[in-house]
Structures are given as C-alpha cells and as structure tokens.
C-alpha cells in the first residue's frame, strides 16, 4: 500500500467550508461548532444544503444531489482550504457516486475530516484522489463542541501536524508486537458495507488497519469482521488499531471476539486507541506510513499528516 499525497497545513485566516454528506445536522451545534472554528481563527463557511432535511426519508440531511453538490462545490472552490463534515449518521454511501472526481480531483489537494458515516469518503478520497485525509471530530459533533481534548488534538493536527506525529492510546496489546504499514480504515460497518463499491479499495494489504464502531451488537461486529475475512480484504493487513466501541456489548465479550476473528491474523493488535465515538477522540490520519507499537500502544508517523 502506497503513502497518499499530503494536503498543505492550515493558517490562521484559512478558509474551511462545513458541510453536511450524512444526517441531519441540529443547528444549535452546529453554531458552537462554528464558533470553535472562529476561535482557531479560521473562516468558516457553511455549505447551502447543512441545515436540510429530507423531506421523505428524515435520517438524511437533503436530497443526495444537494448534499453532493455541496460537497464538490466547496472542495472545487479555489478560495476553500479545507473541507469539514459536520456530522455523521448515514447517507454518505447515497451520494458519493454522484461526485464528479474528475473535477475534483483537478481542483488539488486540501484537508478533509469527518469519521463514522464518512468512512466512505474517507475509501473514496483515498481511491479515487490518492488523497491524505483526517479521521477526526465533526464540526457539530458533540465531542468536538463539548471536549477541550478533541478540539486540541484537531488543532495540533491542523496547524501543527509536526507535534502529534506520536499517538498514544494507553491501551494494552491484544496481540503483541511492531509494524509497519500505511494507515486506513474507520467504522466497522462502512468498511464491510463499501466492500464491491466502485470506491472500494481491493484489500488493506500493507495498512495499519484503524477501526472502531458503535453501537452495535457482538454478533453484528462478527457478521461485519467475518464478511471482510471472508472476502480477502484483511490478507496482507500489517497491523491492527481498535478504537472505540461505545454502546456495543461490555469490554470482555468485544475484546473476546476481536482475538477470535483478528488473532489468527498473525499481526499486531492494540486496544483502546482512543479514536470514534468516545470522549476525547484523537484524530487520526489515514494514508500515511507509520509504525504501530502495539506494547507501548503508539502510532508513529513517519512524517507530519499535513506538509
């Protein structure tokens, strides 16, 4: 697995456009998020559609055409420096294969963040731009609005990329050891989901594979491991991060399976890395090499996320 190309750090005044590829975003939260952002100094510009709602299907924010139209106007906007989902939930998959790539990918690299439902367009930026991006806290997360730890980790990786190329979990080692390899990933049932897609990269042969998840029953995450081990897309995988799994079954059933269906893997495995839907997200960069030490439990990276 190849490192992918590397978008240029943010300054202060940069220009950052939020928009909204998943649910419906509360606008209450939204506006703290903005006002997180006019705090970094930066300029934030929110997207027409954020605020809709689907008029039939109440799960979506907009149609798919307007949440995709937002979407490549603000990455196509030469006076945009980075891209900033408000929210997750679901709808990204209805959408990104109406994004015109080819545009996109003509109108350069810039910085791009969101986690959960995004995970898709983290494959797609990955596949179709060879593109650096940030799996990170929203701008109307709730963890972003509400935790100093989230905001500052997303600000050191923004303006400071150098300061945060170690992250440390302070989990423990599942199975033992180092690695090396190319990070990707994100939330479980999108990886399983995006599998056959037209964005969908073949294998996570050479990554260190990050994944989290939540919500979500134990024979669900086995159903959704399972298909990917089935599948082929786990062979090569170099080494493994799990992140957080908030609201699923307690620890010791979660921790149980993953040794079942990820031990005989033959790679490292480290727990608790302390990305997705938990207090106090890190923000972690996919498409970059790093090595994993699960022991210790850090991700180094072999170079700053951003240039």
């Known amino acids: 697995m190849k490192e992918l190309l590397r978008p240029a750090r943010l300054a202060p005044g940069a220009r950052v456009a939020v928009v909204a590829p998943s649910g419906p975003v509360p606008e209450e939260r939204l506006q703290a998020g903005l006002d997180v952002l006019r705090g970094w100094d930066l300029e934030p510009v929110v997207a027409s559609h954020v605020l809709d709602r689907h008029g039939t299907f ?12 937002d979407l490549q106007r603000a990455w196509c906007d030469p006076a945009v420096d980075a891209v900033l989902c408000a929210r997750g939930g679901y709808g990204v998959q209805r959408m990104v294969d109406l994004l015109d790539w080819d545009a996109m990918r003509a109108a350069g690299p810039k910085v791009f963040v969101g986690f959960s439902d995004i995970t898709a367009l983290h494959e797609a930026f990955a596949t179709r ?12 997360g709730v963890d972003f609005v509400k935790n100093a730890r989230a905001q500052e980790h997303l600000k050191a990786t923004l303006f400071a990329p150098e300061t945060v190329r170690t992250i440390a979990s302070g989990g423990t080692a599942l199975v033992p050891g180092r690695a090396r390899g190319v990070t990707l990933g994100g939330c479980l049932a999108l990886l399983a989901a995006d599998l056959g ?17 939540v919500g979500e029953e134990t024979y669900r995450l086995d159903r959704y491991l399972t298909q990917l081990l089935r599948a082929g897309w786990l062979d090569g995988v170099r080494g493994v991060l799990l992140g957080s799994w908030k609201d699923c079954d307690g620890p010791d059933r979660v921790r149980a399976l993953f040794a079942d269906r990820l031990g005989g893997l033959g790679v490292p495995v480290a727990e608790e890395f302390g990305f997705g839907h938990c207090e106090g997200a ?9 090595e994993l030490d699960a022991d210790a439990g850090t991700l180094t990276l072999d170079a700053p996320a951003l240039r």
């Open 197 to 213: 897609t037209p964005s969908a990269r073949p294998s996570a042969a050479g990554g260190l594979l990050c994944l989290e998840d």
């Open 129 to 140: 731009l060879g593109l650096v991006t940030l799996h990170g806290p929203m701008a109307a």
């Open 58 to 69: 109440d799960y979506l924010a907009g149609t798919d055409a307007d949440r995709a139209a």
């Open 282 to 290: 890190s923000t972690i960069p996919f498409g970059v090499a790093a």
